[in-house]
């Protein structure tokens, strides 16, 4: 993507590249419509790309981004596993509903 854009091959603004977002989520619902695992592959990937292109317009690292969300979703499941064990639940036993609960709990505690 540097080398595209040094040469002038990019997306003028975020916005831009915002709307090509929007585009590629929607070819993704069409190959999830047509089931098709090649199509659907290729949609995440340029999913994908985009978002890192969107990461660098607003200088943020792509990988320090998801690790971020990695950890943050990490902590929220520890959380959900934690409070169901002292209800002496298991989660498998608990409705999403319930789950989501716990979960948007774990959000306010640590926002």
Known sequence: QEKASEVGFDWDNVADVLKKLD???TEFKDALKKKSRDEIEDEIGDMLFVMVRISN???VDP??????????FI???NYIETEASSQGRKLTDMTLDEMEL???RAKKENS
Do not use: G, M, Q, T
Not at 63 to 72: F, P, T, V, Y
């Open 23 to 25: 585009e590629e989520i």
């Open 102 to 104: 716990l979960w948007n």
């Open 57 to 59: 317009f607003v200088k």
């Open 75 to 77: 902590h929220r499941f």
């Open 63 to 72: 990988e320090d981004a998801l690790r971020r969300s990695i950890a943050k």
